[in-house]
Every structure is written in structure tokens, then in C-alpha cells.
């Protein structure tokens, strides 16, 4: 496998006003690899995010994407580059259409032909989304709306996907679902950086995982390496249902 890291935080640090929620967070994705960024409520796994897609300023620290400094470039830039930000909440457009949905995340794309490429390929991978292209995406259950906000992220041709706890609030079965479609993306070139309450679905099949605690990494390993690990589970990894 190719070993060139795609996405690398150094030594970040991210406030919230008064409150700092990350203390110096490092780590790194490779190309190809799936990456799990695990830990309980509140540890700082969703400001990560949204630090190294810039929807919250970095107070210090770094961030780099494909060999570039993009810690001070806006947000809304880089999905051009190939980083996409799939949030916690889905954020998805309810009183819009499905299509319409998919349509605001290739806002990017000049080019209609590979609009259309790009659509087809969500469909083929979300039937449920094609079949009900027309209707409005509110009357969408969570799971399907997971799905309509990945297909809305593949859209802008993602290089790396930030995937906020895609399995929140979803019933098993919809789980191994969405799970499925994240492994499906992945083996199709789609570099993966997931953040997950749910550690033992997500260690599954990360190649590599990291836990934060309290806005700082405390363990990070091999996926199967922390998986396996009792101690690691009993002292970090609380949420072990599914
Ligand atoms: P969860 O699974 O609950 O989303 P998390 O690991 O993603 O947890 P974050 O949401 O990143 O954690 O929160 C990290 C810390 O920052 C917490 O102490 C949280 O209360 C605080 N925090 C998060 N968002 C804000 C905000 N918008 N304003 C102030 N504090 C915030």
C-alpha cells in the first residue's frame, strides 16, 4: 500500500471562547487507510473535525492536506481540494428535494457531464436515494438521511471523507449498513477519517484508530491491535455495544 499521509494534524489546539477543548491533538491518515477517532462524549472527537476542515479556527497547531498547510484556508475551499466534511446531525436540506440535496455538494463542479457521473454513482450505491430522487428529504428515515448526507459528500469527489458518527441513533441493521457502504468507499480509493462513539463497529475495519480523552490522544494502534486490547477497552473504550 501506498504510505503517503493525505491528512496530518500537528500538535492542534481549538477553543471554544474560554473553553479549549483540544490540548496539542496530533495524528495522521494515509492514503487508502480508513482511520477511527474514538472516545466518550465530550472528548473532543467532533472539534477535531472540524478543525481539520477548518469550520473552526485552529488557535495553534497545524494542519496539512495532500503536502499543503491548509490551516488557515476557509472551509468552504476545501471540498474543492478533495476534503469533505460529513457532520454529526447528517445537516441535511428537509424541505428540499433529495436531488436537490446532492446538487448543493457538487457546488464545486463546473462540469455537468461529471455532475451526472457523480450522481449516478450515488444512486448505484443508494438505490433508496434514486428511487425517491424527487421527493423531499425530510421524509427520509436517520438512516436513509446518513445516506443522503454521504451521497451529498460524494458528490464534491471526495480524496478524504471526515465522517462524523455515522452510525448515531441508527438501529443495528442500518449500522452494518452504512458501515458497509463506508468499507465500499474506501476499497473504491476514498481515503476515510471516522469518528465513532460505537468503537467496536469502527474498529473493525480500521486499519488504524486513535483515542482522545479530554482533547488530548491517550492510546492510538493498529485497529485490530486496539480492538483486541481488554485493558485498552475497559479503560478508554466504555461504549462497546453492537
Ligand atoms: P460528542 O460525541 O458528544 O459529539 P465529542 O468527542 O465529539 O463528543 P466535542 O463535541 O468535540 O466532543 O466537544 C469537546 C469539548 O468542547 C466538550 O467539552 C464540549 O462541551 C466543548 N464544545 C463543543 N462544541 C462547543 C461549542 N460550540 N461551544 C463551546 N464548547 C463546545
New binding site residues.
Given amino acids: 500500500m501506498d504510505t503517503e499521509i493525505v491528512l496530518s494534524a500537528d500538535q492542534i489546539v481549538t477553543r ?2 474560554s ?1 479549549q ?2 490540548h496539542g491533538v496530533s495524528l495522521s491518515v494515509k492514503r487508502g487507510q480508513v482511520v477511527a477517532l474514538l ?10 473535525l ?1 478543525t481539520l476542515s477548518g469550520l ?1 479556527p485552529a488557535a495553534s497547531g497545524t494542519v496539512r492536506f495532500l503536502g499543503e498547510d491548509i490551516t488557515r484556508i476557509a472551509a468552504h475551499r476545501l471540498p474543492h481540494k478533495g476534503l469533505v466534511h460529513v457532520p ?1 446531525g447528517r445537516r441535511i436540506f428537509g424541505e428540499m428535494t433529495i436531488r436537490e440535496n446532492l446538487d448543493l455538494g457538487s457546488f464545486t463542479l463546473r462540469d455537468d457531464t461529471e455532475r451526472r457521473r457523480r450522481m449516478e454513482h450515488v444512486f448505484e450505491i443508494f438505490p433508496i436515494l434514486a428511487r425517491r430522487q424527487h421527493g423531499d428529504a425530510r421524509n427520509l428515515s436517520g438512516g436513509e438521511q446518513q445516506m443522503l448526507a454521504i451521497g451529498r459528500a460524494l458528490m464534491a469527489g471526495p480524496k478524504v471523507l471526515l465522517l ?2 455515522p452510525s448515531m441513533g441508527l438501529a443495528p441493521q442500518m449500522i452494518r449498513e452504512v458501515m458497509n457502504i463506508v468499507q465500499r468507499l474506501n476499497r473504491e480509493g476514498v481515503t476515510i477519517l471516522l ?1 465513532e ?1 460505537n468503537s467496536k463497529v469502527a474498529l473493525k475495519f480500521a486499519d488504524y484508530g486513535y483515542v ?1 480523552e479530554a ?1 488530548r490522544i491517550v492510546l492510538e494502534g493498529p485497529g485490530s491491535k486496539l480492538a483486541n486490547d481488554e485493558a485498552v477497552i475497559s479503560a478508554y473504550l466504555g461504549n462497546v455495544a453492537a
Avoid: F, H, I, P
Wanted: proline share 0%; no cysteine; glycine share 20%.
Fill in positions: 471554544y471562547g473553553v477543548a483540544l472516545g466518550a462524549n465530550g472528548a473532543g472527537k467532533s472539534t477535531t472540524r473552526v454529526e462524523d458518527e469518528v462513539q482522545l482533547g
